[in-house]
Nanobody, 117 residues
Framework: QVQLVESGGGLVQAGGSLRLSCAVS????????MGWYRQAPGKQRELVAH???????NYADSVKGRFTISRDNAKNTVYLHMNSLKPEDTAVYLC???????????WGRGTQVTVSS
């Protein structure tokens, strides 16, 4: 059973930083593509950052230069380093895992990030 558990969210002032973590179990993590998404109240879920099994990355335009996604295969964990946070970054941040060769996506429950102005 694949499980994803996010952590690291919280309340931060604009301009501050946070590091989100997503611990993954029940799958061969090093072969999985991983993504961070966010969903703000009344808005659609959107991709924030994605990392492939071989650590190729891509980012939403709104976070380029401020956020960095990384993975530690020894810890079965993917991270989202968020700098220069803005109030518009406020959302629930969710982690997604797609195992190699699988059409199925697995999601965590999310962690709340709130940026005050």
């Amino acid at each position: 059973q694949v499980q994803l558990v996010e952590s690291g969210g919280g309340l931060v002032q604009a301009g501050g930083s946070l590091r989100l973590s997503c611990a993954v179990s029940g799958t061969i993590f090093r072969l999985n593509a991983m993504g961070w998404y966010r969903q703000a109240p009344g808005k659609q879920r959107e991709l924030v950052a994605h990392i492939t099994w071989d650590s190729s990355t891509n980012y939403a335009d709104s976070v380029k230069g401020r956020f960095t996604i990384s993975r530690d295969n020894a810890k079965n964990t993917v991270y989202l380093h968020m700098n220069s946070l803005k109030p518009e970054d406020t959302a629930v941040y969710l982690c997604k895992s797609r195992p190699a060769g699988s059409p199925v996506d697995y999601w965590g429950r999310g962690t709340q990030v709130t940026v005050s102005s």
